[in-house]
């Protein structure tokens, strides 16, 4: 999902709407935010690009858990694996914010 995509660069973004991310959280989907067409080779910093869309989502109604969820532990749980969660034994990269990231 890329919040961000507004304007449809294919056929298949032509439905494409600011409050997407919040629609398909209230039907049960699972989100996880990524980055599509252009942005993929453009993008200098990957992982601003994806807070920027969680951000953009939380302001179109996206509950905040959902939008962190969706660049923490979600992409991992959709390919399978383990990770983007603290849990004991477990290995990571911590990372702590005094404000919202």
Do not use: C, K
């Amino acid at each position: 999902l890329d919040p961000l995509a507004s304007l449809p660069l294919t056929f298949d973004q032509l439905g494409v709407r600011e409050d997407n991310a919040a629609m398909l959280a209230r039907a049960g989907v699972p989100l996880a935010f990524g980055l599509v067409g252009w942005r993929i080779h453009h993008s200098l910093n990957a992982g601003l690009v994806l807070r920027e869309g969680a951000g953009f989502s939380v302001s179109t109604g996206l509950p905040y858990a959902d939008a962190l969820r969706a660049v923490t532990a979600r992409p991992f749980e959709i390919l399978g694996q383990e990770g983007g969660t603290l849990a004991p034994r477990a290995a990571a990269d911590l990372v702590v914010w005094d404000g919202d990231p």
